[in-house]
């Protein structure tokens, strides 16, 4: 059914059951006519009445149960929303026939009890003592709870005869009219029930202070939360009118109830039975009582009805209500029930449409001054004799009218009850506007002018208060959200009505006409950046509100958005199933960037179909660092050097790492420094080197990378020695190393390159015949490659300078006549370092020229033996050098015969002991030149270590070719 239908079928039913003549501003509805499901003839269905919000409880006290005649029942009728349906039938656990269960029910108008008087049940041995029963609400059903019996009470009381719960569900009160009060019969009591709890428990028997026999103390009772009790005395006499009656009234002072006053009609008369019904409001201060055999001027038994207002400490009697359209024997007052707001008193015995004894109920509003808004209910289905208006009750704007009477089909008297409910003439709303404002929207209204209203929405299932919204020349405004109404999220459809209500009367106009809107799609949840290398943005979010993808419109997909101060936007789409993206594209370093995400309902995503946007920013990481570059000094010491990135931040940080193959030379590091030497472990090793710059929270940013090789180090010499015309050096051990390169510098140009490969210490020697008496710088470097170049000797290589000593004299020979000796020799060659000869005959000494190879020593004695020595001298003199080659000697005896000699080491066994001596003189000052020259060069290598003892040459024989 659309909402035009609907709104037709409403006004037909407005029409159909309008039985109503109204003098208010309310229409008033006939909504039900409740009728039980098995009901019989003389049931009495609707002797009495009570109804809440959602349940409507009648009274059928005639009714049979099982085999048992007038036992009782109640019926509960629950209200669906447009219709009551009859929901369970509650009968006594201990019933009896004539019980009378249902005479009297009254539901707590939160719904937790309902409790039933059968006040002609027999207690004990006590006929018609009386009972009154309480039904507790557990959820699901209604379980009978306790029976209420009096203390005191003795045969025919009629306990139970009228009841009343107050809406706290603290008290009950129970009237027991017939019962006698010391030796008044039928003075009448009645009963307070306090709930503890669990249990309800007689707190105080209430009598009048000035009671007397016949009064009928408890025909009719009520109690209300604001501790009043009414109790209606019909039968009392007033002074000396029989009969008048009176209603007393007991307030509860907190531990018991006492007696507050004696309430009577300001224009009684004997036999008006003031008092025959009374009601109490729960929450202000009305009473209203009763008085149907009232005349109204010469109207017999037309019937009046008393409201009393409480004044702060007294009631007053604030008015005499009577029934416009009234008549004789209408009985009006026979039923009465009050609230804050209305009134509604029942004329069982009044004509209504012609049919005498129909009924008819009135209601009064209370305008606030005066109670003389007067409302005339009747039966659209009404007949002769029903009796409706026999009972009354109201829960806020909604009535219930009991006619027990009414024939059912063709049971007489079965009885049935009529609902009523005024829709009230609040005007209808009518929305200007609702906008969607993302996952919220604001509504437009109109003011309804008349009274103070208040305003209502419904847009999910229920209709909700519109706290404090804004007047503006006579439009209401307000904005709904989630943080105050429920349930309003984005991308979701609603139907929005609004409406006036009277919440004093607890009645509402008719609801606005529905404005349809989509609500726009939410923000995203929980948006977070994250800057990554190369200058990506991460971006991660959750899900906006849902529905998401199951509503309509559903969320299509996602936007992002993203740019600098200084560059265009860049906008992408990305799936609705996406809860991340990565943006690569036209972003810089160090750079910070806008980033906003919404969702899109549409393919097109503008106006309506574009979600709330939600933003946020984050710097791109650093860029490379520039210009890195590093060097390598001393063979694995690395410096390097770089400037800062680009981009409007300084880094706080650099972080600077390197690696080797080797685990255990790796490092990272941050320094603040855009520089950093290390000393690296390992040698002849590439070297990677990562630079990044970093922020304070240390993100760092692309890494520049560089890759060095260390050098090898350098091998120590440790030891060396120049011999004869040949050299010896040994060096430590170097690592990582393919072998060593030795150079060997005699002047200005390199003249040897000799490639070893040695294990352990190393001992490096050259024996061949090198050119004495020159100085030889000799270099040593470990060959980082297999194959070793001379350009890769630089600062890991070690020098020493040597001088080699000049070569022997070989075959000395000399021939003697009786006075000279004449010898000859084979010569060096100048390019040996040779300067000359020292030719030595005995104590004399000549220096020869270096061409010079045969000398003749004249003046000689004849027949002696004379020693010959020749060495070759590395000076221009005959000092000795160390440098200076070993003599050759030999012995000669001048005789005129020529002496073969041998070589001069060899044949000194035949030679006089003073001819020995010269040699070792000569040996013992060599040597001590040695020791001076070392002593002399030693400064220049004082980073060498000496070893203690001298090792034995070795030579290189594999090597020597190579010698130049
Ligand atoms: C009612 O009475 C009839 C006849 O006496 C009997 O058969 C039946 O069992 C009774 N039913 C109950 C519920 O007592
Ligand atoms: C209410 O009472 C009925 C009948 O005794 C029982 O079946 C149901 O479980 C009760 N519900 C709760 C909520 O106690
Ligand atoms: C209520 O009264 C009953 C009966 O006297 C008693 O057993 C129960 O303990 C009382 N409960 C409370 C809460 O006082
Ligand atoms: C209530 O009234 C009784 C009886 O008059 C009295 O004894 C009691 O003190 C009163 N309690 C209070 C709280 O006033």
Redesign the pocket.
């Known amino acids: 059914m659309n909402n035009k239908t609907l709104f037709s079928f409403l006004t037909l039913i407005l029409i159909l059951f309008n039985y109503s003549i109204s003098t208010t501003g309310l229409i008033w509805t006939q909504t039900g006519i409740l009728i039980s499901n098995d009901g019989q003839t003389n049931d009495d269905f609707g002797q009495s009445v009570s109804m809440s919000e959602n349940y409507a409880v009648i009274g059928s006290p005639k009714s049979q149960v099982g085999n048992n005649t007038e036992q009782g029942k109640v019926y509960l009728f629950q209200n669906n929303g447009s219709n009551w349906v009859q929901y369970l039938t509650l009968t006594a656990s201990d019933g009896n026939s004539s019980d009378n269960f249902g005479f009297s029910v009254q539901i707590s108008q939160d719904e937790n009890y309902i409790i039933v008087g059968a006040f002609a049940a027999k207690v004990g041995s006590n006929y018609y003592q009386g009972k009154t029963y309480i039904f507790q609400n557990n959820g699901t059903n209604w379980i009978e709870k306790q029976i209420l019996t009096a203390s005191d009470g003795n045969v025919g009381d009629f306990f139970g005869y009228s009841i009343g719960i107050s809406q706290d569900d603290n008290y009950i009160i129970v009237g027991a009219y017939a019962a006698q009060v010391g030796n008044y019969s039928e003075q009448g009591k009645a009963y307070i029930f306090q709930n503890n709890g669990t249990n309800w428990i007689e707190k105080q028997i209430l009598t009048a202070s000035d009671g007397n026999s016949s009064n009928r103390f408890g025909w009719s009772v009520g109690i209300s939360q604001s501790n009043y009790a009414i109790i209606g005395a019909p039968f009392a006499n007033v002074v000396n009118s029989s009969e008048q009656g009176k209603s007393y009234v007991f307030e509860n ?4 109830w ?1 007696e507050n006053q004696i309430l009577t009609a300001s224009d009684g008369n004997s036999g008006d039975n003031f008092g025959y019904s009374v009601g109490i409001s729960q929450d202000v201060d009305y009473l209203i009582v009763g008085s149907p055999y009232a005349n109204v001027s010469d109207k017999f038994y037309q019937g009046k009805a008393y409201l009393f207002e409480m004044n702060g400490s007294n009631w007053i009697e604030q008015e005499i209500l009577t029934a416009s359209d009234g008549n004789a024997g209408d009985f009006f007052g026979l039923s009465v029930q009050i609230s804050s707001n209305f009134s509604i008193i029942g004329a069982p015995y009044a004509t209504a449409n012609n049919n005498t004894y129909q009924g008819k109920a009135y209601i009064f509003q209370n305008n606030g001054s005066a109670w003389n808004d007067e409302t005339i209910l009747f039966s659209s289905d009404g007949q002769i004799g029903d009796y409706f208006g026999k009972s009354v009750n109201l829960y806020y704007s909604s009535f219930i009218v009991g006619a027990s009477h009414a024939n059912v089909n063709n049971n007489s008297f079965e009885g049935k009850s009529y609902v009523f409910t005024t829709s009230s003439s609040i005007p209808q709303v009518s929305i200007q506007s609702c906008v969607s404002l993302f996952s919220q929207f604001a509504c437009y209204w109109n003011q309804i002018i008349g009274s103070n209203f208040d305003y209502q929405i419904y847009y999910d299932q229920q209709w909700i208060s519109i706290q404090n919204p804004l007047l503006n020349n006579s439009i209401y405004s307000q904005l709904f959200n989630s943080s105050q109404y429920p349930n309003i999220s984005g991308n979701v459809d609603y139907s929005i009505q609004i409406r006036a209500c009277d919440s004093f009367m607890n009645v509402c106009g008719d609801a606005s006409n529905p404005w349809n809107l989509t609500t726009r799609i939410d923000s995203v949840k929980n948006l977070s950046l994250s800057a990554l290398l190369n200058s990506q943005i991460s971006v991660s979010w959750d899900y906006p509100d849902v529905p998401l993808f199951n509503s309509t419109p559903k969320l299509d997909h996602y936007i992002i958005s993203y740019q600098s101060n200084s560059s265009n936007q860049t906008q992408l789409s990305f799936p609705n199933s996406s809860k991340s993206a990565i943006l690569t594209s036209n972003l810089l370093s160090n750079t910070n960037y806008s980033v906003s995400i919404w969702g899109c309902s549409n393919e097109e995503c503008l106006n309506q179909n574009q979600g709330e946007i939600v933003s946020n920013s984050i710097f791109t990481l650093f860029g490379k660092v520039y210009n890195l570059s590093c060097s390598i000094s001393n063979s694995i010491n690395i410096e390097c050097n770089w400037n800062q990135p680009s981009g409007s931040r300084i880094p706080t940080n650099y972080t600077f790492s390197y690696s080797s193959n080797d685990s255990n030379d790796s490092n990272s590091i941050q320094i603040t420094t855009t520089s950093y030497n290390f000393t690296a472990l390992i040698p002849n090793e590439e070297y990677t080197i990562n630079v990044s710059a970093c922020d304070s929270n240390l993100n760092c940013g692309d890494i520049s990378t560089i890759n060095i090789k260390t050098k090898l180090t350098k091998p120590n010499i440790l030891y060396w020695n120049g011999g004869i015309q040949e050299f010896q050096i040994n060096f430590s051990k170097i690592e990582r190393n393919y072998g060593y390169l030795i150079s060997i510098d005699n002047g200005n140009t390199w003249n040897h390159f000799d490639q070893i490969n040695e294990s352990g210490e190393n001992v490096y020697g050259i024996k061949d015949n090198i050119p004495g008496n020159v100085l030889y710088t000799i270099l040593i470097s470990g060959c980082s490659e297999s194959t070793c170049n001379i350009s890769l000797l630089g600062p890991s290589s070690s020098s020493v300078s040597m001088i080699a000593k000049l070569g022997n004299i070989e075959s000395l020979s000399c021939s003697s006549t009786e006075t000279s000796i004449k010898c000859n020799w084979n010569g060096l060659l100048l390019s040996e370092g040779l300067k000359g000869y020292c030719f030595s005959c005995n104590s004399t000494t000549e220096f020869l020229n270096s061409n010079q190879t045969e000398f003749t020593q004249n003046n000689l004695k004849e027949g002696e033996v004379y020693l010959i020595s020749v060495f070759a001298s590395a000076l221009d003199n005959c000092l000795a050098s160390s440098y200076s080659g070993s003599p050759s000697y030999l012995a000669v005896l001048t005789a005129g015969n020529s002496v073969q000699t041998t070589s001069s080491s060899s044949s000194k066994a035949g030679v006089i002991a003073a001819a020995v001596i010269v040699p070792i003189v000569v040996i013992a000052i060599v040597i001590i030149a040695i020791v001076l020259i070392r002593k002399k060069k030693q400064p220049k290598y004082t980073s060498v270590d000496q070893p203690s003892q001298n090792k034995l040459l070795v030579s290189h024989d594999d090597k020597s070719e190579k010698f130049d």
């Open positions: 002072n907190g531990t018991n006492i």
